[in-house]
């Protein structure tokens, strides 16, 4: 859990000054993800109404890392 709050921080700063993209970019990410991710668990959580939900994508990427994947759906964007 404290790795994810810690990542709220300089999000926030980002979005505080007007950030409307992120980095990585989606390719740097999935090659950043094969190249180095080695978490032994991931979850991804999808939500039913979001219309830039990359959640399959990631999940197929995923896939190919050794991490135990669990894809959850809720309902909302």
């Known amino acids: 859990l404290f790795p994810v709050l810690a990542q709220l ?3 926030v700063t980002q ?3 007007g950030a409307k993209d992120f ?3 989606p390719s740097e990410l999935t090659s950043l993800i094969q190249s180095s991710y080695s978490a032994p ?3 991804l959580v999808k939500f039913t109404d ?3 939900d990359e959640t399959d994508k990631m999940a197929s990427v995923l ?3 050794t991490t135990q994947l669990t894809v959850r759906e809720l309902p909302g964007t």
């Open 50 to 52: 979001d219309t830039l």
């Open 41 to 43: 668990r991931t979850l």
């Open 9 to 11: 921080d300089p999000l």
């Open 23 to 25: 980095s990585p970019s």
């Open 15 to 17: 979005l505080s000054k």
């Open 63 to 65: 896939s190919a890392t």
